[in-house]
């Protein structure tokens, strides 16, 4: 009788070492991980975009003051500028000019901006919720070249502050709700007869008016989306009424206007304490996640300005620049014989990945959030401190137990490395 001989090993050793030969380097992965740390990331313009909007109407040195504040404001990694020249016509050509140099420096536009009757700016007769909305398709569909995709649309910010008045004291909360879903409705319309992928809506209000206007099916009529103009005495505070207004709205929320110093809330500030409440600020509502974007307020003018007129930038810039443009952590996750592990799950303190089937990452971290950790199915958990000067990390997971198969790749590899 003929002793037989078991192909297994030989079966093994072969898939082992065609497995071995067949791993190839990986190159960086395309990825859509955002580079900034919130979806919409803007700076408000409208002490300069607003108010003297009819006295430098005919000034073309002006332009020269519009392209400073814009070309500061695209250099933190803001993703939109917020722009409140008024819809009017007599104001378009100013408009046009600010819209203008977003383009030339790649940003996207935050129209917050108002037809001028409804708080009767620049002693505009007022006019009534027929008016602006009819007004405000008028002023889509005739300016079609003023908008791109991406931008975002606002017909009324704060729109409590003009026409019959706020409804906490007219108590017509539900004549403002229809008013506002019927002028989204009106927008969304419009952007659909030109053609162009504007968010519209997006009605900036006051923090108690939220509270009061946004109910849950309020809030989905409006797109899901409440951006609220809030300011408060304390960063806790300001994390504390985000988490609440996304609760009793289930929407997703946008600071509508934030900054530091309000004199009647914070008393006056020098640099270092204005870009200490900012940071402290922006780190509190860093692991929010149904906050979406965030608008400071402002650029040039009044007491939060991160800005003088001259250009010269506040320590505050480099702060907000932080957050915009954070620190991106990179690299890729293999295991111990070089393959790379997809589906791994990558997170810091607030904000989580999932490796490509090359076991590439990229992950957005902020100074305190430099540990990450690592976890992937059939591997142990691994943590790691990243620093500053890392510029492609090299993970390793170790399984948590090894089939018979890689331990022969293991073995196999580890005989050709000595």
Excluded at 21 to 26: K, N
Aim: charged letters at 25%.
């Amino acid at each position: 009788m003929k002793k037989t001989v078991s192909l297994l090993p030989f079966l093994l050793v072969t898939m082992a070492l065609l497995l071995f030969i067949s791993q190839r380097r990986t190159r960086n992965a395309e990825t859509s991980q955002q580079y900034g740390w919130w979806q919409i990331q803007s700076i408000d313009t409208m002490k300069y975009a607003r108010d003297p909007s009819r006295a430098k109407l005919e000034d073309p040195t002006f332009d020269r003051m519009i392209d400073q504040q814009v070309r500061a404001i695209a250099g933190t990694g803001a993703t939109h500028v917020a722009i409140g020249t008024p819809y009017d016509e007599e104001f378009v050509p100013m408009l046009r000019r600010w819209v203008a140099a977003a383009r030339r420096h790649g940003l996207n536009v935050w129209f917050r901006g108002n037809f001028s009757g409804w708080e009767r700016w620049f002693d505009y007769p007022r006019i009534s919720r027929e008016d602006h909305i009819r007004a405000t398709g008028r002023f889509i569909r005739e300016h079609p070249d003023l908008f791109r995709d991406g931008d975002i649309f606002t017909p009324c910010p704060e729109c409590e502050n003009g026409g019959p008045g706020d409804p906490r004291r007219t108590g017509d909360d539900q004549g403002h709700r229809k008013f506002l879903i019927e002028l989204h409705e009106t927008a969304v319309q419009s952007f659909e007869a030109i053609g162009k992928d504007v968010e519209s809506g997006y009605f900036s209000m006051n923090g108690d008016v939220a509270r009061l206007i946004m109910d849950w099916e309020t809030t989905e009529d409006l797109g899901g989306v409440v951006v609220i103009d809030h300011y408060v005495a304390s960063p806790k505070r300001l994390r504390e009424d985000i988490i609440e207004i996304a609760e009793r709205s289930g929407g997703r929320i946008i600071l509508g206007e934030f900054g530091a110093p309000i004199l009647d809330l914070h008393g006056a500030m020098d640099e270092a304490e204005q870009a200490d409440w900012i940071s402290d600020a922006l780190s509190e509502v860093s692991g929010i996640p149904e906050l979406i974007g965030v608008n400071y307020w402002t650029s040039v003018g009044g007491s939060t300005a991160i800005w003088e007129s001259d250009g010269t930038a506040h320590q505050s810039v480099d702060t907000l620049s932080g957050f915009y443009r954070p620190a991106i952590a990179q690299g890729r996750i293999t295991n111990e014989i070089g393959q790379p592990i997809g589906n791994a799950i990558v997170t810091n303190t607030y904000r989580s990945t999932i490796s490509d089937n090359r076991g590439r990452f990229l992950l957005a971290y902020t100074q305190d959030t430099q540990e990450l950790s690592i976890q992937a199915t059939d591997y142990r958990q691994s943590n790691i401190l990243i620093g500053e000067t890392d510029e492609d990390l090299n993970i390793r997971l170790i399984r948590e137990s090894e089939p018979l198969w890689f331990k022969v790749i293991k073995f196999l590899k580890l005989r050709l490395m000595f």
